[in-house]
């Protein structure tokens, strides 16, 4: 399945979104009427997705299993899974969709927090349940906020998907009737741990004996786990972790590239050069340049400090 299954950045714009943002808001009917109101079996590799259905049906697949929704309802897509839809034509309802190292960071504190978001989920309200308003008014707020560009809009932002996050993981979990303070199956947590050292020494080029020892784990298991939640090798979730980083330096930031190979624990940026080109498809120099023609085409002034 997961090879035969396209992956894009938002749907239809395979590698047009060079950086992805740590949000990104739009209406359910502004991409899907494009395709005739399908959109295909694909999947994300860097994010996960909140769909919010006001009214209206979907016609829903995640990887093999489909089914039929129906408004007010609520989806959760995390990343690397297959998942496709139809919708009907009177749909109202909104995508959110959110960087995965974001939505991690926010709930990291609490690791039962990410049990309920390993799998995709389908959240059914009813409209006078208790559960639905607070919910429903979370995503608009939400919606409202990423529509705006008030004073302080990133904090309200980041805040206000923390509550949305939260309020579905009750929702899902009551669906589930999983108990929080329960641990989740051994390789899960192994792998939330490992992904939480990596955030924190990424930067350090550390090999993967070093996070299978501090997980007490060895290599081949850390390899096992990686490649059965996340389809990638060990080695794998390391370099995308760096090429991610290596992505926003280069868009956000006015580090020389040697600069940014140095920061990522590269002490030769030839080796960064050689390893961003063999990742990202094209050099360090040449992505920075899209990356700055993108914005200037979206009248975007990219942040000159670093």
């Given amino acids: ?38 959109i295909k079996l694909h999947r994300h590799d860097l994010f996960v997705q909140i769909l919010y259905i006001r009214s209206g049906t979907a016609a ?31 749909i109202d309802g909104a995508v959110i969709t959110i960087v995965t190292q974001q939505m991690e960071s926010l709930l990291t504190r609490h690791a039962d927090l990410l049990v309920p978001f390993q799998a995709p989920s389908f959240i059914p309200f009813e409209t006078e349940e208790a559960a639905y308003r607070p919910f429903s008014q979370a995503v608009e707020l939400l919606l409202a906020e990423y529509a705006e560009s008030h004073p302080w809009r990133l904090s309200l932002l980041e805040s206000l998907l923390g509550t949305v996050l939260v309020l579905m993981a009750r929702k899902i979990s009551t669906l589930a009737h999983y108990e929080p303070g329960r641990r989740s199956s051994r390789g899960v947590m192994h792998l939330h741990r490992f992904k939480a050292l990596l955030n924190r020494s990424f930067r350090e080029q550390r090999d993967i004996s070093y996070y299978a020892q501090r997980l007490g784990i ?20 390391i370099n995308d972790r760096l090429l991610t980083e290596a992505r926003r330096d280069l868009a956000y930031s006015s580090l020389s590239v040697k600069e940014i190979a140095l920061t990522l624990g590269f002490s030769d940026p030839s080796y960064f050069s050689r390893f961003f080109t063999k990742h990202a498809g094209t050099s360090p120099s040449e992505f920075r340049t899209m990356v700055r023609d993108q914005f200037d085409r979206e009248r975007i002034s990219p942040p000159t400090g670093a």
């Fill in 218 to 237: 060895t290599p081949t298991q850390l390899n096992r786990i990686c490649r059965d939640e996340l389809g990638l090798s060990a080695l794998g979730v």
């Fill in 60 to 90: 829903i697949q995640f990887e093999d299993r489909r089914f039929e929704a129906h408004g007010p309802c609520a989806l959760f897509v995390p990343a690397l899974h297959a998942h496709g839809f139809h919708f009907s034509e009177d």
């Fill in 1 to 38: 399945m997961k090879s035969s299954v396209p992956t894009y950045a938002l749907y239809g714009e395979h590698g047009k979104n060079l950086v992805p943002e740590s949000l990104h808001c739009e209406s359910i009917p502004q991409r899907s009427r494009l395709y005739d109101w399908e």
